[in-house]
């Protein structure tokens, strides 16, 4: 059995400014690491996720890479069996994932592609990233994202301005469903019941989204300087056929046949102050533009980890107004979903290395043979941050859709952490709300 | 959220896994007598490749790469600013046939032998040796320093290969009773952490001091 393996091209724009700038050779490399890792065989991957429908997915089947002059060929046809319920053979256990694309040009260029899908997808993944949420589902029975089952076909055709940033165009035909949460191991708090994944609309929708992903960092594992922006904006048509579960105000009319259209604008800026400080800084605005209402699987939240980590996750407060998920009057649906329509989110984050630690890289923790060193980081944060839904202005929770709420309603928290590098170990404390306790939580690599 | 008995399960399952190997060091050299504004830093690394399973999956002809990327930095009044960058790869692979480690580097897309050499040894002393990279050299006067961003890439390091290794390795024993069972499925467990940690790849920084030549 021949063995790939998917490699990222870690990859080098140098948009800076720079005065020099020596070319890439990542996206270019020629010879034996070329060839050998483009090579085609059959693969076997767990999907690096970890979650409550899924457990681990695991995908196998056969991967073919071909070039013909410019052009570069790739095709896989990848089978997906799902780990949850002991591996059970059902339909919710069973996906695929069939793609092909032909690519031209190394760096810039321009691809174009199709592919078949069966997959689970997180209604939110701008929060928080892959390994975060697997190791916490895994480690400590929390599964900080919800997910919806997407079935169908996508065409795309991207223009490759360098090799990490591009401009996307996709169109796609596909199905949702709601999966419901299953019996998946984790290390700790193993057979206690997960929070439910909502119901979400089931239906079939034809998407047509363009996204802008600009990226002009100097390192994509630890920047330093340089803009990370995703720009996205959706347009969906649809009809669906069984509605989830929302809250009172979230959708008063629920209305079958929708056509919809949804921003979604992520923007990360990278200062170095010195050698050894850092000063960065994100802001998530996202929601609804035009159309009729959005379908729950393209609303928004905040709180947890991943956006304002001093208010825990789902957290539901009877009597208040609850400006994270937007629900209202009374007891929320099971898993208290994602019901916003809009959402802003801003993130500050002050880095100073601390080298005075570097007595801990004198034997580097291992894992399977793998030596993870640590990068010792002291962090202060702040962050602010609220969802709310378009309509008739009404309790600080909706208002019209050319007025934004102002800020004493955000949620607020600041926290400090040690950044390892590998792991960070972090504390947030809400400023809001002052009853809410501080919150000790992991994150994985960086906040963002 | 994970609160602090998870918390500290974790850190401490991190840290049970077993110790030891070579203390990897990379380093950005100055230029003789602080020449800043004549000669480029040279760039130098020791134990990068020497633990155990980097050296096995070699020996199985598995590539390693190294990507560097070096920087010069300038100072500035509030936030510091990137004035050059310069990249290149190393790649490191065994020839089976052969039975000799052949090394290459590739600058500006063109590929350079370092050398084949008998022994992992050899061949790590070939890649690890200083490299004087081609950066474009500040102006006299000007406060600032130099940052090295350096990525080992193991291709080796896929599911596949490492579910065949816990199956071969642990997990059989464990099944006809030679290995404690529970050893395994921890096992397990880390290879399936580093696969969510993003393992296959390490990354290591290393900087000069600031200078004003």
């Known amino acids: 059995m021949c063995m790939v393996v998917a490699c990222t091209l870690p990859a080098l724009s140098s948009a800076q400014g720079v005065d020099t700038a020596g070319r890439d050779t990542t996206a270019e490399r020629l010879g034996l690491w070329a060839r050998t890792s483009r090579a085609s065989g059959l693969i076997l991957s767990s999907g690096k996720t970890y979650n409550r429908v899924e457990g681990v997915p695991v995908l196998f089947g056969p991967v073919l890479h071909d070039s013909v002059r410019s052009a570069e060929l790739n095709a896989s046809v990848m089978g997906i069996i799902r780990s949850a319920n002991s591996f059970h053979w059902d339909s919710q256990n069973l996906g695929h994932r069939i793609t092909a694309e032909m690519r031209v040009g190394r760096g810039r260029g321009y691809a174009l592609g199709v592919s078949s899908f069966d997959v689970m997808t997180p209604v939110e993944p701008w929060q928080l990233p892959d390994p975060d949420a697997g190791l916490a589902a895994l480690f400590g029975h929390r599964d900080f994202r919800d997910y919806f089952n997407r079935h169908g076909a996508r065409a795309t055709a991207t223009f490759n301005m360098s090799a990490r940033s591009n401009l996307a165009v996709n169109w796609s035909d596909e199905r949702w469903g709601s999966p419901e949460e299953r019996h998946v191991f984790s290390v700790f708090g193993n057979g206690k019941p997960w929070r439910a994944n909502p119901l979400t609309d089931a239906g079939r929708f034809h998407l047509a989204v363009f996204r802008a992903n600009i990226d002009t960092r100097n390192d994509e594992v630890n920047p330093s300087t340089g803009w990370l922006i995703l720009a996205e904006y959706e347009r969906g048509t649809g009809t669906i056929t069984d509605f989830g579960l929302t809250s009172p105000l979230t959708r008063p009319f629920p209305k079958a046949d929708i056509t919809y259209g949804r921003a979604l604008f992520d923007l990360r800026r990278y200062n170095r102050l010195s050698p050894t400080t850092t000063f960065n800084a994100r802001l998530v605005l996202g929601g609804w533009l035009h159309g009729d209402e959005l379908p729950l699987e393209r609303r928004f939240s905040v709180g947890g980890i991943g956006t304002i980590p001093g208010f825990d996750f789902r957290r539901y407060d009877p009597g208040t107004v609850d400006v994270s998920q937007c629900s209202n009057g009374g007891t929320p649906p099971p898993g208290n979903p994602a019901q916003c329509e809009r959402v802003a989110v801003g993130q500050l984050e002050y880095r100073q290395e601390m080298p005075f630690f570097n007595f801990l890289n004198a034997r580097p923790i291992r894992l399977r043979g793998i030596g993870f060193t640590v990068e010792p980081t002291a962090v202060a944060f702040v962050d602010a941050g609220r969802g709310w839904l378009v309509g008739p202005a009404f309790a600080d929770l909706q208002y019209s859709s050319h007025s934004f709420p102002r800020f004493g309603t955000f949620r607020t928290d600041v926290g400090l952490g040690l950044d390892l590098g590998l792991i960070g170990v972090y504390v947030a404390k809400a400023v809001s709300s002052s009853k809410e306790p501080a919150n000790v939580f992991l994150r994985v690599h960086r906040r963002f | ?213």
């Open chain 2, 1 to 213: 959220m994970p609160r602090l008995p998870s918390i500290s399960a974790l850190v401490a399952f991190l840290l049970a896994a077993p110790l030891g190997a070579q203390k990897v060091h990379v380093d950005v050299v100055p230029p003789p007598e602080n020449a800043w504004v004549d000669t480029a830093p040279a760039v130098a690394s020791a134990g990068l490749l020497a633990d155990g399973a980097m050296r096995d999956l070699l020996a199985n002809g598995f590539p390693a790469r190294l990507h560097y990327r070096l920087e010069r930095w300038a100072s500035g009044r509030w936030f510091d600013d990137l004035k050059a960058a310069f990249e290149w790869d190393v790649i490191l692979k065994y020839d089976v046939l052969g039975k000799k480690y052949q090394v290459v580097r590739v600058v500006n897309n063109k590929a350079q032998s370092l050398g084949e050499y008998p022994t992992a040894d050899m061949a790590d002393d070939a890649i690890e040796a200083p490299y004087r990279a081609g950066i474009s050299l500040p102006k006299k006067g000007q406060r600032g320093y130099y940052n090295l961003l350096l990525d080992v890439e193991t291709l080796s390091l896929s599911d596949l290969d490492e579910v065949n290794r816990w199956l071969r390795g642990e997990l059989k024993p464990a099944v006809s009773g030679k290995k404690n069972p529970g050893t395994a499925v921890g096992r397990g467990l880390r290879t399936l952490v580093v696969r969510l940690l993003g393992g296959e790849k390490r990354h290591y920084e290393a900087r000069t001091g600031t200078f004003r030549p």
